[in-house]
């Protein structure tokens, strides 16, 4: 029986909605592949043509809220006075949405995000990084930082990002208020080692309503 | 303004009776030099936005000050011990650094010691009580959202971005409720707690060396109970809880006024409270107001404090300037409670016989002195440590003793106290008395704002209306 594509579609949609289900009741570590094929109805075997491995399966529910955060972010344009404050305001987007998934991004980061990660073994962790890499260009622009960043900033950038994405994986303060305090002081740390901007961002005053 | 570190140390109380020379050896010398020359680490404070570079210049030589008196009492063979001490505490120097929460208490500190911090100085630390920079909105809608559930801008009618205010933890903005109040909304730094917890484990970790030296339990509890202060003061749900307590012992015609606390846009970490009009001392100084302004609002301080003090069994312990609000109709507004601190039975049973032994005979006043000293009643009258203990009494008893209007802008009057709390503090009388030093701390505070403001305060005739609702016995001395 030939399998159609939107067929195709439903089976991995289903994949991922069985992952995110399982992986908040269970935990990632104790659910297996096993465990997914079944409560989703698939073979062990049909689940392998969609997804390589369980990161896999989770790192591309990442990228899914981490592209609907991204849409987010630039639909609500808040306004913001610096370059650090909209750089944060850019992740802590991203945080928000990613809130259900913090118990599995450890995972994702080892294998997909991670500045050693390989790009081959993992294309959605590749897309996601070009993606926010793209982004962070364009708030750049917008305040002023004309040229493009080289290949150091851009890798010191991820660095950063990763590490608190890691720091935050693991933050058991109230509500993870350290997170907000170790991701100003990276964004503070980043916009520190730029180049000057060629046109001084203009900071405005006042109150919102 | 710029200023040298040299200045700052000689503008801060003298050394006397260094004992044998020691302090001029030519390595200790080279020691002080090196901690003289050590910058503070300015630049994260700064990029953190927490502190100016000469606010943390002053917190360093007043940090200096304080290691140095450490080793005043040292004998000269001692002095290999003292050295790996010194080293110990210069690094402790660079890490208390980012303590920002005890810089800053260092900071309001010295800004209450008018009498031995230049004008100058103190009007720069004052700043630190009111203009801290401020957190980024994004960061501080963010930290709202996770608190309050909702962003500022949903919650609030309207909300201002910039803060006016900076506390001690964090900072204050303006905004207006959707019924119309305009409200004070007071937001901890994230992560404060956290920062307060690591940097006393690296103070604890790093003072390890001088475990054997005969003021190491002294010092472990003094370094656990600023801890817990400032763990304390984190805690915005108590300190809630506190102002409405306060806020109760207050009537209308009291015209002292604690702002309302909105309870349901409040948190652990964020305190919605009404805004109170008025000014701070500063400007109200600067207004010229006549002598008649200056003794009311002298005796409205002293009158809410009394309150709190008799009616509340709280001590209110934060007495800089910046807690206190002049407003325009003689109301006086009273702000802050994250210091307050409830007395407990065994304390309330102790602070009894006070008012005896502030009008009794001198038997009452040394019965009373010795039990707050937690010395036993047959120690020796004459011995060094009474006889100190005597003095600040007396001194925190003369404007009740004296009776009628007390002139607190007397300068004798508030160096004697200075003199005799460093004399305290020196040969250590304050150990392991925390209740005593409070209470000391508390009315050299007060004493210091009722200064600068020059006011003449009747103090007995507060006590005796305060007083009575306490039920302890009251004394035989009519007015």
């Known amino acids: 029986m030939r399998v159609n594509a939107e067929t195709k579609q439903a089976t991995r949609q289903r994949i991922l909605d069985t992952a995110r289900k399982l992986f908040a009741s269970k935990g990632f570590e104790n659910t297996s592949t096993r465990d997914l094929a079944s409560a989703a109805g698939i073979g062990a075997g049909t689940l392998f043509n969609y997804f390589p491995t369980k990161e896999a399966i989770a790192m591309?529910?990442?990228?899914?809220?981490?592209?609907?955060?991204?849409?987010?972010?630039?639909?609500?344009?808040?306004?913001?006075?610096?370059?650090?404050?909209?750089?944060?305001?850019?992740?802590?987007?991203?945080?928000?949405?990613?809130?259900?998934?913090?118990?599995?991004?450890?995972?994702?980061?080892?294998?997909?995000?991670?500045?050693?990660?390989?790009?081959?073994?993992?294309?959605?962790?590749?897309?996601?990084?070009?993606?926010?890499?793209?982004?962070?260009?364009?708030?750049?622009?917008?305040?002023?930082?004309?040229?493009?960043?080289?290949?150091?900033?851009?890798?010191?950038?991820?660095?950063?990002?990763?590490?608190?994405?890691?720091?935050?994986?693991?933050?058991?303060?109230?509500?993870?208020?350290?997170?907000?305090?170790?991701?100003?002081?990276?964004?503070?740390?980043?916009?520190?080692?730029?180049?000057?901007?060629?046109?001084?961002?203009?900071?405005?005053?006042?109150?919102?309503? | 303004?710029?200023?040298?570190?040299?200045?700052?140390?000689?503008?801060?109380?003298?050394?006397?009776?260094?004992?044998?020379?020691?302090?001029?050896?030519?390595?200790?010398?080279?020691?002080?030099?090196?901690?003289?020359?050590?910058?503070?680490?300015?630049?994260?404070?700064?990029?953190?936005?927490?502190?100016?570079?000469?606010?943390?210049?002053?917190?360093?030589?007043?940090?200096?000050?304080?290691?140095?008196?450490?080793?005043?009492?040292?004998?000269?063979?001692?002095?290999?011990?003292?050295?790996?001490?010194?080293?110990?505490?210069?690094?402790?120097?660079?890490?208390?650094?980012?303590?920002?929460?005890?810089?800053?208490?260092?900071?309001?500190?010295?800004?209450?010691?008018?009498?031995?911090?230049?004008?100058?100085?103190?009007?720069?630390?004052?700043?630190?009580?009111?203009?801290?920079?401020?957190?980024?909105?994004?960061?501080?809608?963010?930290?709202?959202?996770?608190?309050?559930?909702?962003?500022?801008?949903?919650?609030?009618?309207?909300?201002?971005?910039?803060?006016?205010?900076?506390?001690?933890?964090?900072?204050?903005?303006?905004?207006?409720?959707?019924?119309?109040?305009?409200?004070a909304v007071k937001i901890q730094y994230p992560s404060i707690v956290t920062t307060i917890r690591s940097d006393f484990r690296n103070l604890r970790a790093l003072m390890a060396p001088m475990r054997l030296s005969k003021d190491w339990e002294d010092l472990k509890e003094s370094l656990a109970d600023l801890q817990r202060t400032l763990e304390q003061e984190t805690d915005y749900e108590q300190e809630a809880d506190t102002l409405n307590k306060a806020r109760r012992l207050f009537r209308e015609d009291d015209r002292i006024v604690l702002p309302r606390v909105y309870e349901s846009l409040s948190s652990m970490r964020v305190l919605t409270m009404e805004y109170l009009e008025g000014v701070h001392i500063h400007d109200f100084l600067a207004k010229n107001p006549s002598q008649q302004e200056r003794d009311h609002f002298g005796t409205q301080i002293l009158r809410a404090y009394s309150r709190m003090y008799y009616a509340g069994r709280m001590n209110y312990a934060d007495m800089h300037p910046g807690n206190f609000l002049f407003q325009d109709d003689g109301r006086l507004g009273v702000l802050d409670f994250g210091c307050v601190r409830p007395f407990n039975d065994e304390e309330w049973a102790m602070l009894r016989s006070g008012p005896q032994a502030m009008y009794g005979d001198r038997q009452d006043l040394l019965r009373f002195t010795k039990r707050m000293c937690n010395l036993p009643e047959d120690y020796p009258d004459d011995s060094d440590h009474v006889r100190v203990m005597e003095r600040l009494s007396l001194w925190t008893f003369q404007p009740m003793r004296q009776g009628g209007p007390f002139d607190f802008g007397n300068p004798e009057h508030l160096r004697e106290g200075a003199n005799i709390y460093r004399e305290m503090v020196r040969k250590r009388y304050t150990r392991g008395q925390p209740l005593c030093v409070l209470i000391a701390r508390m009315h050299f505070g007060s004493r210091a704002l009722l200064y600068r403001l020059r006011a003449r305060v009747n103090s007995r005739a507060i006590e005796r209306e305060e007083v009575p609702v306490t039920g302890w016995p009251s004394s035989t001395t009519e007015d």
């Open chain 2, 1 to 183: 303004m710029t200023t040298n570190l040299a200045d700052l140390l000689a503008a801060l109380p003298a050394e006397e009776e260094a004992p044998e020379g020691l302090l001029d050896t030519p390595q200790f010398q080279a020691l002080f030099a090196e901690l003289a020359q050590r910058r503070m680490p300015v630049a994260p404070l700064q990029r953190l936005g927490v502190l100016g570079g000469l606010q943390a210049q002053i917190s360093l030589a007043y940090l200096a000050h304080w290691l140095r008196s450490w080793f005043h009492d040292a004998r000269a063979n001692q002095r290999d011990l003292l050295e790996t001490h010194l080293r110990v505490a210069l690094k402790l120097l660079r890490g208390m650094g980012y303590l920002r929460g005890a810089v800053m208490k260092v900071g309001q500190m010295l800004g209450n010691l008018p009498e031995i911090v230049p004008d100058q100085l103190v009007e720069v630390l004052e700043k630190l009580h009111f203009e801290a920079p401020p957190m980024h909105f994004s960061l501080l809608r963010e930290f709202v959202r996770n608190e309050l559930g909702a962003d500022p801008e949903e919650i609030f009618a309207s909300f201002e971005t910039r803060p006016f205010a900076a506390a001690s933890l964090g900072q204050v903005h303006r905004a207006r409720l959707k019924s119309g109040e305009t409200v």
């Open chain 1, 60 to 209: 591309t529910l990442v990228a899914d809220v981490l592209t609907e955060a991204h849409e987010e972010f630039h639909k609500s344009a808040q306004r913001a006075e610096s370059l650090e404050e909209d750089l944060f305001g850019y992740l802590a987007c991203q945080l928000r949405h990613l809130k259900p998934h913090r118990a599995y991004l450890e995972p994702v980061l080892e294998t997909a995000l991670s500045p050693v990660a390989s790009s081959a073994a993992a294309p959605e962790g590749e897309s996601i990084r070009v993606m926010h890499l793209d982004a962070i260009e364009q708030l750049l622009r917008k305040h002023g930082h004309r040229q493009s960043p080289s290949f150091v900033l851009l890798h010191l950038y991820w660095t950063l990002y990763t590490g608190v994405l890691a720091f935050w994986s693991r933050d058991r303060s109230r509500h993870q208020e350290d997170t907000l305090a170790v991701l100003d002081q990276a964004l503070k740390m980043f916009v520190r080692a730029l180049p000057a901007p060629s046109a001084p961002s203009q900071p405005k005053a006042g109150g919102v309503s």
